[in-house]
C-alpha cells in the first residue's frame, strides 16, 4: 500500500519541480499584480487596488465586438485545423509510395516561426500585390482586386487561414501517432465479429484516439484564445478593431500604457475563463475516467 | 501516506523559495537603481581600482548589416583607445526591442547604454529607467557644437523643460521629406517646386491617379500610426497649435475638421490604393517603390530602400510642403542614447556616448545610417549637401520650419497613437461614422487625459509647436 | 447485374481515387506559400515587390544565400537552434513519460489538481511571466545562456507534453500490461519493455512537438539572448524585418535553409512512427 502510493510521485517529481519552481513564482506575481495599481510609468503609486483593474477592462466599450470575434476566431480556427487535420492523418494511415517524403513536405509549415508565416500571409493576401489577387484575376474570378486586409470581416479571415495553415500539421501528426498506436488485434477481433470499416472507425478508431483528440483540441482552443502574434503581424486589429480579439485588443492596450497591472488582471480573467472552459469540456467529454492497473 | 505529503512539502518549498527570492531581488534592485548618475560614480572607481577591465553593453534597436558594422567598428575603436573599457554591441529587433527593453527595465537588467526611441522617453524616464546626463554634458567637450535644433528642442524643450533633466542625448536628426515621381510629375504636367506645397500635393495626388494603369497618387498610411501623418496636415492648417492654455484640444473646429477631410479624402476620392486604409510603415515605402504611388511622405532613413529598389532618374525627395501661411510645419526627430539607471559603470558608459556624438565620428556614423548629423559642420559636407538628402537638409533649415507639438505626456499617449486614433480614422474611411464624430472622439479623448494630466503636473509646459529657425 | 467482386473493385477504385485527390489537395495547400517563400528568397530586390508578380524569377540568383551567409552569423544560429530544440526536446520527452504514465495509470489524490495545474500553465500569457522568469534566471546566473533557453523551453512545453502523453498512454488498453504483470513482469520492466515501444508514436510526436517548439520560439529567445552569437534562426531572421522595410530575399533564404532540418526530422519521425506500430505489434 505504501509503495503504491509514493509511486506515482516519484514518476511525477520532475514535471512537478520544472512546473511549481518556475511557473509557481510567475502565477502568483501575476495574481498579486492582478489587484495592484501597477504602472510602469508611476513607479511610485503602487498599491492595493482591489478590482478595480477588472473594472477597467469590463468598462471597455467595444468589449462585445470583440469578444464576439475571439469566439468566431477560436471556434473557426480550431475548427479547421480539427477537422483538416483529422482528414490528413486518416488518409496517410495506409502506407503508399513516397509516404515518407510526402510526410516531410506536408509537415513543413508547423515548422515556420509565427512571424514568418504572419508576414507571408500578409503578403499572399496583400490588395495590390498579392498573389491570391492576382491569381484569381487572371482566372477571371474576380474582376478588381479584392482588399482582404482592408475590409471588415475579411481581415479576421486572412488571420484564420494563416492560423489554420500552420496548424493542421499539429493536429495531423498528434492523430496519427494515437492512430498507431491502436494495436492491430484491436481492428483483428472487430473483424471477426464482423464489422464493416464505418464500425470498426466508429467502434475501434474513434474510442482508441479520444483522449488524443480531447486533448488536443482542449489546448489548440486554450491557445488560439490566448494567440495575438499573427493579429499584430497581419492586420494590428484592422480595419477599426475589427479583426481584434480579446487578448490582441486588451494586451495592445494595456501594454501600449505599460499598465501591468491592467494587463494582469486580463491574465488572470483568462485563465478563470479557460479554467471554467476546461472544466466543461473535460466533464462533457468525460476525460478523466483513467484506468488503473496495478 | 508520510512520504507523499512529504514530497508535496518538497515541491511546495520550492515553489515559495524561488518565489521568495524572485520577490525580494525585484525590491533589492528597484532601490538600488537610483536615478542619478552621480551617486553611482563611486561603485564604478571601485572597479576601476582593483585594475579590472570595465564591461558595458551597448544595444541598438534597429539593426541592420550597414548599421551594424559601422557600430562595430566605432565601438572596436573606442575599446583601442581606452584600454580600460570593453564595449560589447547587441542587437535587438524593432518590432521586439520596445518589449523587450521595457522588460529587462522591470527586471533592472538593461544594458549600459541603449538607443531609446522617441516615443519612449516618457515612460522610461517617468520608469526611473534612465539616468539624468545633465551633469555630464556640462563637461563635455563638444558641448557648443551640437546644432541649435538639437540643443534648443530636442534636449532643452523635450527634456529639460518636460522632464526636469536631460534623459538621452540625440545622434542623429530624421526629418520628413516627400518622395515624388520625377517621371510622373513631368507627365501630368507640373513642375517639382509646385509640389513643395500642400496644395501642390494634392493637386498632383489627384491628377497623378490613374486605377486603370494601377497608378495612385499618394501612398496613403491608413494603419498603424497613420493619423501622424494626418496630423502633419492638419497642423498646418491650425498653426500648429494642438491646445488652448486650459488642455482643451483645438482639432474639434471647423478649420481642424475641414483639414481631416481635405487629407482623408485622398483616400475616399481613390487617389490612395483600397488596401492603404491597413498600411503601416512598410507598406506604404513599399506602395512607392513598386511603382504604384506616386508621392510618399517619409523620413531620411528611407532613402537606402528607394536607392536599393528604383531606377536613379525616377524619382526625388522635395522639402516638406509649406501650409497656407507659407510656413512647414514638420518634425525632426533623433533616437537618444541613454545610460540605464541599472548601469554600474555610468561614467565610462558616459565616455562611450561622448565618443558616439563627437563631431566627426558622429558624422561618420549618421553617413552610414542616413541621418543628419547632431553636430554643427553637415552643412559643408558634399554628402549632406547633394543629393536626396538635401531636400531633408533643405526642409530643417528653413527659417519657416516649425516642430509640431507632441500629443502630450499622459500615460494613454501609447495606446492613443497605437490604436485609438487609427481606428476612429479607419471607422470613418469605411463610412461607418461621420467626420464630425470622428473628429469629436479625437479630441474629447485628448482633452480628458491632457486635462487631467495638468492637474496632476502643473509644470510641464502644454504642448506646442516649437519654431527656432 | 452487378458481379460483387467488380462492385468492390470500384468502390476501392474510388476510395483510391479520393485519397489521391485528398493528397493532392493538401499538397497544394502546403506548397504554394513556400513555393512563394522559395522563390521569393531566389529574387533581386528590385524583382520582390513589383507589381507584376513573378511566379519564377526573371534574374534567378543565390546573392540572397551568399549575402546571409556573410552578413550574419548564420551557421551559429543554426547550431544554437539545433543544440537547444534537441535537447530540450530530449528532456521533454523523458519527463513527460513519467508524468503521462502517472497520469494515466494511478490513481492518486493530486492528479485532478495536477491537471489542472498544468493546463492553467498553459492560459498564463507568455508576456506576463516574462519579466518573473527572467529575475529568476538573473537569480540563477543564466542570463544570456542557451542553457536559459533549454530550460525555459522544456517548462514551456512540458505541461502539453505531459498529458499528451498521458492521453497517448491512455489510448493503449490496460490489458496488454495486465497480461504481462501476470506473466511476472516487474512494473518498470513492463513499462520499459511492453508499454513504452507501443508508444514509440507517441513519444516521436512528443518529442517533435517539443522540437519545433523550441525551433520556431521568437519572443522568448529574443528576451534572453543578447549576445549574436547566441541567438537562434528565428531571432536572428527576424532582424530582417526592420523599421520601414522588410529584407525579404534574406530572411526567405534564410527560412528555407531553416526548413531543412525540420523536413529531414519529418521524414525520419515518419519512418519511426511506422515502425512503432509494427515493433507494438510484434511484441504485443
Redesign the interface.
Known amino acids: 500500500m505504501?509503495k503504491?502510493?509514493?509511486?506515482?510521485?516519484?514518476?511525477?517529481?520532475?514535471?512537478?519541480?520544472?512546473?511549481?519552481?518556475?511557473?509557481?513564482?510567475?502565477?502568483?506575481?501575476?495574481i498579486r499584480l492582478a489587484f495592484t495599481n501597477y504602472?510602469?510609468?508611476?513607479?511610485d503609486e503602487v498599491y492595493f487596488a482591489g478590482l478595480n483593474n477588472f473594472k477597467g477592462i469590463l468598462s471597455d466599450p467595444d468589449l462585445l465586438m470583440i469578444l464576439g470575434n475571439s469566439v468566431k476566431f477560436v471556434v473557426i480556427t480550431v475548427f479547421l485545423q480539427f477537422v483538416?487535420g483529422l482528414?490528413?492523418a486518416l488518409?496517410l494511415k495506409k502506407?503508399?509510395r513516397f509516404?515518407?517524403?510526402?510526410?516531410?513536405?506536408?509537415?513543413?509549415?508547423?515548422?515556420?516561426?509565427?512571424?514568418?508565416i504572419g508576414?507571408?500571409?500578409q503578403?499572399?493576401f496583400?490588395?495590390?500585390?498579392g498573389?491570391i489577387n492576382?491569381l484569381l484575376l487572371k482566372a477571371h474570378l474576380i474582376t478588381e482586386?479584392i482588399?482582404f486586409?482592408?475590409t471588415?470581416g475579411l481581415?479576421l479571415f486572412t488571420v484564420i487561414a494563416a492560423l489554420t495553415?500552420a496548424g493542421?500539421p499539429?493536429f495531423a501528426?498528434?492523430i496519427?501517432?494515437?492512430l498507431?498506436?491502436?494495436?492491430?488485434?484491436?481492428y483483428e477481433a472487430a473483424k471477426i465479429d464482423g464489422g464493416n470499416a464505418l464500425d470498426m472507425f466508429k467502434h475501434v478508431t474513434i474510442p482508441?484516439?479520444k483522449?488524443?483528440i480531447?486533448?488536443?483540441i482542449?489546448?489548440r482552443t486554450?491557445?488560439v484564445f490566448?494567440n495575438a502574434?499573427l493579429i499584430y503581424v497581419m492586420?494590428?486589429?484592422?480595419?477599426?478593431?475589427t479583426s481584434h480579439t480579446l487578448?490582441s485588443y486588451m494586451?495592445?492596450?494595456a501594454?501600449?500604457?505599460?499598465?501591468?497591472g491592467q494587463?494582469?488582471a486580463?491574465?488572470v480573467l483568462?485563465?478563470f475563463v479557460?479554467?471554467l472552459y476546461?472544466?466543461i469540456f473535460l466533464k462533457i467529454t468525460r476525460f478523466?475516467e483513467?484506468?488503473?492497473?496495478? | 501516506m508520510k512520504r507523499k505529503s512529504f514530497l508535496i512539502a518538497v515541491a511546495l518549498v520550492v515553489a515559495v523559495g524561488l518565489a521568495f527570492t524572485g520577490c525580494s531581488s525585484k525590491g533589492g534592485d528597484s532601490k538600488k537603481a537610483g536615478q542619478e548618475g552621480a551617486s553611482k560614480s563611486t561603485e564604478s572607481t571601485g572597479a576601476k581600482d582593483s585594475g579590472k577591465q570595465v564591461e558595458l553593453r551597448f544595444m541598438d534597436v534597429i539593426p541592420n548589416p550597414d548599421r551594424d558594422a559601422k557600430f562595430q567598428e566605432v565601438i572596436e575603436r573606442f575599446n583601442k583607445e581606452n584600454p580600460g573599457i570593453k564595449v560589447t554591441l547587441e542587437t535587438v529587433p524593432w518590432d521586439q526591442a520596445h518589449q523587450k527593453l521595457v522588460t529587462l527595465g522591470s527586471a533592472s537588467s538593461m544594458p549600459d547604454v541603449f538607443v531609446m526611441h522617441q516615443q519612449w522617453n516618457s515612460e522610461f524616464i517617468n520608469a526611473k529607467w534612465v539616468v539624468k546626463l545633465d551633469d555630464y554634458l556640462e563637461k563635455f567637450e563638444h558641448k557648443d557644437d551640437f546644432i541649435p535644433y538639437v540643443s534648443s528642442v530636442l534636449m532643452d524643450y523635450d527634456h529639460k523643460q518636460t522632464y526636469g533633466g536631460i534623459y538621452g542625448i540625440p545622434d542623429g536628426l530624421t526629418t520628413h521629406g516627400m518622395f515624388v515621381r520625377t517621371d510622373w510629375v513631368k507627365e501630368i504636367g507640373m513642375e517639382l517646386k509646385d509640389l513643395e506645397t500642400w496644395d501642390g500635393i494634392f493637386e498632383a495626388a489627384a491628377k497623378m491617379t490613374d486605377p486603370s494603369k494601377n497608378r495612385y497618387g499618394f501612398s496613403y498610411r491608413g494603419g498603424r500610426a497613420g493619423g501622424e501623418q494626418l496630423g502633419m496636415y492638419v497642423y498646418s492648417e491650425l498653426g500648429g497649435h494642438l491646445y488652448d492654455k486650459d488642455g482643451n484640444c483645438l482639432l474639434n473646429t471647423p478649420e481642424g475638421i475641414e483639414a481631416f477631410k481635405r487629407y482623408t479624402d485622398l483616400y475616399k476620392k481613390g487617389y490612395a490604393p483600397k488596401d492603404s486604409i491597413n498600411w503601416g510603415y512598410a507598406e506604404m515605402v513599399q506602395g512607392f517603390t513598386s511603382g504604384l504611388t506616386g508621392i510618399l511622405n517619409q523620413t531620411t532613413e528611407v532613402v537606402a530602400e528607394c536607392n536599393k529598389t528604383m531606377d536613379k532618374d525616377t524619382w526625388t525627395v522635395l522639402p516638406f510642403p509649406r501650409g497656407k501661411d507659407g510656413k512647414i510645419y514638420s518634425k525632426a526627430d533623433s533616437f537618444y542614447l541613454s545610460i540605464a539607471a541599472n548601469s554600474k559603470n555610468p561614467d565610462e558608459a558616459w565616455k562611450l556616448i561622448g565618443y558616439m556624438v563627437k563631431p566627426e565620428v558622429n558624422r561618420e556614423i549618421c553617413k552610414v545610417n542616413l541621418y543628419i548629423p547632431v553636430m554643427k559642420g553637415a552643412e559643408n559636407d558634399p554628402d549632406f549637401t547633394e543629393g536626396p538628402m538635401s531636400g531633408f537638409l533643405r526642409s530643417m533649415n528653413d527659417p519657416g520650419f516649425v516642430r509640431n507639438p507632441y500629443y502630450g505626456y499622459f500615460p494613454e499617449v501609447g495606446e492613443f497613437t497605437e490604436s485609438f486614433q487609427d481606428s476612429e480614422i479607419q471607422k470613418y474611411l469605411l463610412g461607418k461614422q461621420s467626420i464630425e464624430e470622428t473628429v469629436k472622439n479625437i479630441s474629447d479623448y485628448l482633452t480628458k487625459y491632457q486635462q487631467k494630466f495638468m492637474k496632476e503636473n502643473p509644470q510641464v509646459p502644454i504642448p506646442d509647436c516649437v519654431a527656432i529657425n | 447485374m452487378m458481379n460483387p467482386s467488380y462492385k468492390k473493385k470500384i468502390s476501392k477504385g474510388l476510395m483510391v481515387f479520393g485519397r489521391v485527390l485528398i493528397l493532392l489537395f493538401f499538397l497544394i495547400i502546403v506548397v504554394a506559400p513556400i513555393y512563394w517563400l522559395f522563390i521569393t528568397s531566389l529574387k533581386l530586390p528590385k524583382d520582390i515587390a513589383t507589381l507584376d508578380l513573378q511566379y519564377w524569377p526573371k534574374n534567378p540568383t543565390l546573392d540572397n544565400y551568399v549575402a546571409l551567409w556573410k552578413s550574419t552569423q548564420f551557421p551559429a544560429y543554426l547550431k544554437n537552434s539545433l543544440l537547444v530544440s534537441v535537447i530540450s526536446g530530449v528532456i521533454v520527452v523523458i519527463v513527460s513519460i513519467g508524468g503521462g504514465y502517472a497520469l494515466a495509470r494511478y490513481r492518486f489524490r493530486m492528479k485532478k489538481i495536477t491537471l489542472i495545474g498544468f493546463l492553467v500553465s498553459q492560459m498564463i500569457p507568455i508576456t506576463l511571466i516574462l519579466v518573473p522568469v527572467f529575475l529568476i534566471f538573473s537569480r540563477l546566473g543564466l542570463n544570456d545562456t542557451l542553457t536559459s533557453l533549454v530550460v525555459l523551453y522544456v517548462i514551456l512545453n512540458t505541461p502539453f507534453c505531459v498529458i499528451t502523453m498521458q492521453s497517448f498512454f491512455m489510448n493503449i488498453p490496460t490489458s496488454i500490461e495486465e497480461a504481462a504483470t501476470i506473466d511476472g513482469c516487474g512494473r518498470m520492466d513492463v513499462l520499459i519493455r511492453i508499454v513504452l515501444p507501443v508508444m514509440l508514436p507517441g513519444i516521436i510526436a512528443v518529442f517533435i512537438f517539443a522540437f519545433i517548439g523550441a525551433w520556431n520560439d521568437l519572443l522568448t529567445g529574443v528576451m534572453l539572448i543578447n549576445t549574436e552569437a547566441k541567438k537562434t534562426i528565428p531571432v536572428g531572421l527576424s532582424a530582417y524585418v526592420g523599421q520601414f522595410s522588410i529584407d525579404w530575399g534574406e530572411m526567405t533564404a534564410g527560412g528555407m535553409l531553416a526548413l531543412i532540418p525540420s523536413a529531414i526530422l519529418f521524414a525520419i519521425a515518419q519512418k519511426f512512427i511506422v515502425e512503432g506500430l509494427t515493433a507494438g505489434a510484434v511484441k504485443g
Open positions: 505504501k503504491k502510493n509514493l509511486e506515482p510521485h516519484a514518476f511525477m517529481l520532475p514535471s512537478y519541480i520544472l512546473l511549481f519552481g518556475f511557473m509557481g513564482y510567475p502565477l502568483i506575481n501575476c504602472k510602469i510609468m508611476k513607479p483538416l482528414i490528413l488518409t502506407p503508399f509516404r515518407g517524403v510526402y510526410q516531410g513536405i506536408v509537415f513543413l509549415p508547423w515548422a515556420f516561426s509565427g512571424f514568418i508576414l507571408t500571409f503578403w499572399l496583400n490588395g495590390e500585390y498573389p492576382d482586386k482588399s486586409t482592408g471588415p481581415s495553415w493542421i499539429f501528426i498528434m496519427l501517432a494515437a498507431q498506436s491502436i494495436p492491430n488485434e484491436l482508441c484516439i483522449p488524443t480531447v486533448i488536443t482542449l489546448l486554450i491557445w490566448n502574434d492586420t494590428r486589429g484592422g480595419p477599426a478593431n487578448s494586451f495592445m492596450k501594454y501600449s500604457t505599460l499598465d501591468f494587463a494582469s486580463l491574465g483568462f485563465m479557460l479554467v476546461v472544466l478523466n483513467a484506468g488503473d492497473v496495478g
